[in-house]
Every structure is written in C-alpha cells, then in structure tokens.
C-alpha cells in the first residue's frame, strides 16, 4: 500500500500519485492509520486487520493548520512534530553511483573541463551538483549517463560500468537534458511509446506507468499534440515522463524545474523525494539554491571544472536549522577567482 502526505489516505501500490490532490505518494509505514478519506469513486475500501474505530475528535495535534499543509506521517504525529520527507539512503542501500578520478575536456589543447571528480549516491539518496556557470556540472552528468566519452576516471551505474558494458548501465538510468532533447514531429504519446519501445516496456505496464506519470506531471490532453506546439515547460514535462517510463534505478536531471509553472515544480518535488524513497536514486543539477537544499541528502560542488567539496545537508540543518545555504554558496564556492 502507498500513503499520500498531503490527503492522509491508502492508495494502490501502483499510485505513484494522488488522484485527488495530485501530490506524491510514499510506501504506506507499518501500522500507519489512514487521516483522510478515500474518493469513493476512484478507490477500494481497504481493509485493516485490526480495525479500530476512529477517534471522534481527533486531538488538536493531529489537526493540520491550514489546508495547504503537509499532513503529518504517523512517526511526526507520535513526537507531535513537524513532519519530514524522506531523507537519505534506505536501510541496507547499495551503491547505485560510483564515480572515481573523472577527467574529461573537449580537445587536446583545450583546458580540462572536469578534473578528480570523485562522488556516490547510494539508493534513496538525492545528491545535487551545485557550482557556476560553465564549471562542469553538465558535462560530469553527460558522462555520467554515456553521452560523453571522458578521458580518465571511471564510472559505474549499478555496478555496470558506463565504458565496459554501456547497454546495461543505460538500462538503469534515465536522463532529462537542459535542452529538452525529443523528436518534435512526434506527438507527445508516440514519443513516449516510442520511449517505452526502446526500453521494452511492456503494452500493460506502460499503460499503468503513463496514467501515473500524468498524474504527475498533468499534460493532459496536449499529449495528443505535436511535441513541436509545446511550450517550454510542456516539452520539459515529457522530456521528464519519457525518461521515466522504464522506472529506471538512477534518475538524471539537468536542471530539471527550468520551465515549470509552481504547482508542476511542487508535484515534481514531492514526486523526487517519493521516488528515491522506493529505493531509487536521483543525481541533478541546478542554480535554485533553495530546491537543492530543499531535496538533496548530499551536494557536491564544483568549481572550474574541480570539485571543491561535498556537503551533508541533513547533518548541516541539523547543526544550524538557520544555515543559510545561499550565502554558503555565495561566499564560498559560487564567484569566480
């Protein structure tokens, strides 16, 4: 079963997102007892094998403050606190990233463009590249993902090496550009089956996937339209259900809310932080600073194509719940020399 934070109900396994408020769900927590009320019309009665009767009313803890608000996860509702998205790698996680000495530049007489780029991420972890323009951030996720040869280094996806066995590991990840990379003459669904053809998905399952990712990112009927109509944030959209449709183990994002109106930037949010916490893992790129502290477990800077250092975002809030991570940034690692 799958929680949603936001209406308090049981859904499906297969309800990646609400069909009510649109919000991301998460694995439903042992013994957890649903807040809301299921839409009758869309969900089954779940049953529980101990029913208890609801109390009646509920205490003033419970209540959520507004109607925007989060509603609590049981273990918040228990230590009557703030409640948390999940943060972090999962119990007994497996590296699903492994990134070691990676060098790469364009040309022989050109400067190095990456230089000792070392870092992991493990499953139901979200790292974040941070640094300024030009210092290397899409061209460590280029190689990352393949597209790039490098020049020393290596590179690992779930324990496929990226060189050595390409097919395998490019199986397992699925990769949003900057630009927006699709077939324009397509329409938004042939792209995607033709996506779902490519990583063999099959008829049913791409199917249950597509109403999912809708759900999500909610395209809606312009799916059905040339990729070429789309505006901007439209084309970021489908960029980001195609490469989705494989439900791969390693999502990559590069600079992945450019072009998004808030409310898709908030589904996607939560839709990240519910898809690493099935176990996956995320690697993107970004110059909102607020978002990468806002989802990251960890963030690695780059600086002129070197990495500078690697944060623990969880272990800083918890040692200064004020950090301001922009002025970190700023001060530090974000101006040129």
């Given at each position: 079963m799958r929680y949603c934070t936001h209406c308090g109900i049981l859904l499906e396994d297969h309800a990646i997102a609400c069909p009510r408020c649109r919000y991301a769900t998460i694995p439903a927590p042992a013994g957890i007892r649903p807040f809301g009320q299921q839409p009758v019309s869309t969900m089954t009665v779940v049953q529980f094998p101990q029913p208890q009767p609801r109390p009646q009313p509920q205490p003033a803890a419970v209540q959520p403050a507004a109607p925007q608000q989060t509603v609590p996860q049981l273990a918040a509702l228990q230590q009557n606190e703030q409640p948390q998205p999940h943060r972090g790698r999962i119990p007994n996680a497996k590296e699903v990233v492994s990134v070691k000495g990676l060098y790469?530049?364009?040309?022989?007489?050109?400067?190095?463009?990456?230089?000792?780029?070392?870092?992991?991420?493990?499953?139901?972890?979200?790292?974040?590249?941070?640094?300024?323009?030009?210092?290397?951030?899409?061209?460590?996720?280029?190689?990352?993902?393949?597209?790039?040869?490098?020049e020393q280094g290596e590179i690992k996806i779930a324990g496929y090496d990226i060189r050595k066995q390409a097919e395998k590991a490019k199986a397992r990840m699925g990769f949003v550009t900057d630009n927006h990379a699709t077939f324009v003459k397509m329409t938004g669904i042939q792209y995607l089956n033709f996506m779902a053809d490519v990583y063999e998905v099959p008829t049913k399952l791409r199917l249950k996937r597509l109403k999912e990712l809708d759900e999500v990112f909610q395209l809606g009927k312009p799916i059905e339209n040339l990729i070429s109509s789309y505006s901007h944030g439209m084309r970021q959209k489908i960029c980001m259900m195609g490469s989705l449709i494989h439900h791969p183990k390693l999502w990559i994002l590069d600079e992945p809310m450019t072009g998004l109106d808030p409310r898709t930037m908030r589904a996607v949010q939560d839709f990240?932080?519910?898809?690493?916490?099935?176990?996956?893992?995320?690697i993107f790129s970004s110059h909102a600073l607020n978002t990468v502290a806002k989802l990251c477990d960890r963030v690695v800077l780059i600086r002129k194509g070197r990495q500078v250092n690697e944060l623990d975002v969880g272990a800083i809030y918890a040692r200064d719940p004020n950090f301001d991570f922009e002025e970190y940034f700023l001060r530090n690692e974000g101006q040129e020399e």
């Open positions: 790469k530049r364009y040309s022989r007489k050109a400067a190095w463009a990456v230089t000792d780029v070392t870092f992991n991420c493990y499953e139901g972890e979200i790292v974040g590249l941070l640094g300024h323009n030009g210092a290397g951030k899409s061209t460590t996720l280029k190689c990352l993902e393949g597209m790039l040869p490098f990240m932080h519910a898809y690493a916490a099935q176990g996956n893992s995320i």
